[in-house]
């Protein structure tokens, strides 16, 4: 497995790619829901691109040393959202698909809470790997060697407050 290392821009061009994508195939949606953490950002931007209303569903399967053991997948048990009512043709996003699972699982949790309120959902991540067992509708890139995925805010995961006092020097 090989690594790639993506820079804040990149990581924000492969959003606005991701966008327009979107916008391209003319598939209209009026909701928005991102998988966090790592589907927040790119659930952010979409958001506000389009001007649709944004819910988020917490959601975590890896932990272990530098979070890079996938374990059993937790689901939050609400979906944050300030709309009353789930819009009923959602776009859902993640940053990545790996192993497929927390796409089809909180997919399919969507559809066991709010089945009445959904017509229709479509996915949408920036890389999906080959190795997923789910295929998102929308991706930029297809990675078919399975890489490790650096991306910019990863900084966050390892470094201290302490350390960041010493780099701001205050």
């Given at each position: 497995m090989s690594d790639l290392y993506v820079s804040w821009e990149e990581y924000h061009q492969q959003i606005e790619t991701l966008a327009v994508q979107i916008y391209q195939s003319n598939w209209q949606f009026n909701q928005i829901v991102c998988i966090a953490k790592g589907g927040l950002r790119v659930g952010d931007i979409l958001s506000r691109?389009?001007?649709?209303?944004l819910a988020i569903v917490a959601a975590a399967s890896y932990g272990g040393t530098d979070n890079r053991l996938r374990e059993r997948l937790n689901i939050g048990q609400h979906l944050a959202m300030t709309n009353e009512k789930l819009g009923n043709r959602i776009l859902l996003v993640d940053d990545l698909v790996d192993s497929g699972v927390s796409l089809q699982q909180v997919s399919q949790w969507l559809q066991?809470?709010?089945l009445s309120d959904i017509q229709e959902m479509k996915t949408a991540v920036i890389w999906y790997?080959?190795?997923?067992?789910?295929k998102p509708d929308y991706y930029v890139e297809y990675l078919s060697d399975n890489p490790w995925i650096h991306q910019p805010f990863?900084?966050?995961?390892?470094?201290?407050?302490?350390?960041?006092?010493g780099v701001n020097g205050r």
């Amino acid at each position: 497995m090989s690594d790639l290392y993506v820079s804040w821009e990149e990581y924000h061009q492969q959003i606005e790619t991701l966008a327009v994508q979107i916008y391209q195939s003319n598939w209209q949606f009026n909701q928005i829901v991102c998988i966090a953490k790592g589907g927040l950002r790119v659930g952010d931007i979409l958001s506000r691109l389009y001007n649709i209303p944004l819910a988020i569903v917490a959601a975590a399967s890896y932990g272990g040393t530098d979070n890079r053991l996938r374990e059993r997948l937790n689901i939050g048990q609400h979906l944050a959202m300030t709309n009353e009512k789930l819009g009923n043709r959602i776009l859902l996003v993640d940053d990545l698909v790996d192993s497929g699972v927390s796409l089809q699982q909180v997919s399919q949790w969507l559809q066991d809470y709010y089945l009445s309120d959904i017509q229709e959902m479509k996915t949408a991540v920036i890389w999906y790997k080959s190795c997923s067992v789910f295929k998102p509708d929308y991706y930029v890139e297809y990675l078919s060697d399975n890489p490790w995925i650096h991306q910019p805010f990863e900084r966050y995961e390892t470094i201290t407050l302490q350390e960041l006092v010493g780099v701001n020097g205050r």
